[in-house]
């Protein structure tokens, strides 16, 4: 058991907890909470550190993995990211996808996301996508870290499910998704199209902006369709993971 906060592993941690870079360079993201390692894919557990008291409370065969730590209480708490620590955290293998994982089927529903800052935003669009059955989600490169321990709790557990990409350049990736039959509707104040007046049952993606300024005049002329989401009062936007959540339930709608 470790006892000291000093431990290398420890100090590992909570580098991991920080710092893109370090969760970058190792190739691993944490995952905390016995939701998350219940749904966890087997392969991608590296190791598990445990707080001594849950151990103590659900016994070794709970945990189902070889390669378990255990942690002091006072230790797990120095490197857990939650007020309330839930006393489990995997150490996990990062996921690779391709366009290609994205588009396999003959009408993909994508979402495509512009600069997004929040994590909390991301994760549970993330967790929209997976209920509203969408098949992947693509980020501009300068978006917030999906591996990030607030966005990973937020997708409570679609992060293992939802096929996820990077992109460097998005107009290409809207050029690519063209010529694969793909139609790209950006959620825009100015759309003359209202968002449920349009046809998503074929291949669409939707293109969601950055929370304070939208999406770039530059990628918004790219989109097919501006699309609209009616408001009332004195509004002028939606939150943006709302906004994602309206048009990929209209588009599940339609699908269904």
Same mark, same amino acid.
């Given at each position: 058991?470790?006892? *000291?906060?000093?431990?290398?592993? /420890?100090?590992?941690?909570?580098?991991?907890?920080?710092? &893109?870079?370090?969760?970058?360079?190792?190739?691993?993201?944490?995952?905390?909470?016995?939701?998350?390692?219940?749904?966890?894919?087997?392969?991608?557990?590296?190791?598990? $550190?445990?707080?001594?008291?849950?151990?103590?409370?659900?016994?070794?065969?709970?945990?189902?993995?070889?390669?378990?730590?255990?942690?002091?209480?006072? +230790?797990?708490?120095? /490197?857990?990211?939650?007020?309330?620590?839930?006393?489990?955290?995997?150490?996990?293998?990062?996921?690779?996808?391709?366009?290609?994982?994205?588009?396999?089927? &003959?009408?993909?529903?994508?979402?495509?996301?512009?600069?997004?800052?929040?994590?909390?935003?991301?994760?549970?669009?993330?967790?929209?996508?997976?209920?509203?059955?969408?098949?992947?989600?693509?980020?501009?490169?300068?978006? @917030?870290?999906?591996?990030?321990?607030?966005?990973?709790?937020?997708?409570?557990?679609?992060?293992?499910? @939802?096929?996820?990409?990077?992109?460097?350049?998005?107009?290409? +990736?809207? &050029?690519?998704?063209?010529?694969?039959?793909?139609? *790209?509707?950006?959620?825009?104040?100015?759309?003359?199209?209202? $968002?449920?007046?349009?046809?998503?049952?074929?291949?669409?993606?939707?293109?969601?902006?950055?929370?304070?300024?939208?999406?770039? /005049?530059?990628?918004?002329?790219?989109?097919?369709?501006?699309?609209?989401?009616?408001?009332?009062?004195?509004?002028?936007?939606?939150?943006?993971? /709302?906004?994602?959540?309206?048009?990929?339930?209209?588009?599940?709608?339609?699908? &269904?």
């Amino acid at each position: 058991m470790i006892t *000291s906060t000093a431990n290398p592993q /420890v100090k590992n941690l909570q580098q991991l907890m920080k710092k &893109s870079s370090a969760r970058k360079e190792q190739g691993v993201f944490l995952a905390e909470g016995v939701k998350m390692l219940l749904e966890a894919p087997p392969e991608r557990i590296r190791k598990i $550190y445990v707080s001594e008291s849950l151990y103590e409370e659900k016994g070794q065969a709970f945990f189902h993995c070889a390669n378990m730590e255990i942690l002091d209480d006072r +230790v797990y708490k120095a /490197v857990s990211d939650t007020k309330t620590p839930q006393g489990v955290l995997c150490l996990m293998e990062r996921f690779h996808y391709t366009l290609a994982d994205l588009t396999q089927k &003959s009408h993909p529903f994508l979402i495509v996301l512009e600069n997004l800052q929040d994590p909390g935003n991301l994760g549970t669009i993330i967790r929209t996508a997976e209920g509203a059955g969408a098949d992947g989600v693509i980020l501009s490169n300068d978006s @917030v870290d999906i591996y990030n321990p607030k966005t990973i709790r937020a997708t409570m557990g679609s992060v293992y499910r @939802v096929p996820f990409l990077y992109a460097d350049d998005l107009k290409e +990736v809207l &050029s690519d998704l063209k010529e694969r039959g793909v139609r *790209s509707y950006a959620a825009h104040l100015g759309g003359t199209c209202g $968002y449920d007046e349009a046809d998503y049952r074929r291949g669409c993606a939707f293109l969601i902006g950055n929370e304070g300024n939208g999406l770039t /005049v530059d990628l918004s002329t790219c989109a097919d369709v501006l699309v609209r989401i009616p408001m009332h009062g004195k509004l002028e936007s939606l939150n943006a993971s /709302v906004a994602a959540a309206i048009l990929m339930y209209e588009a599940c709608r339609q699908r &269904s």
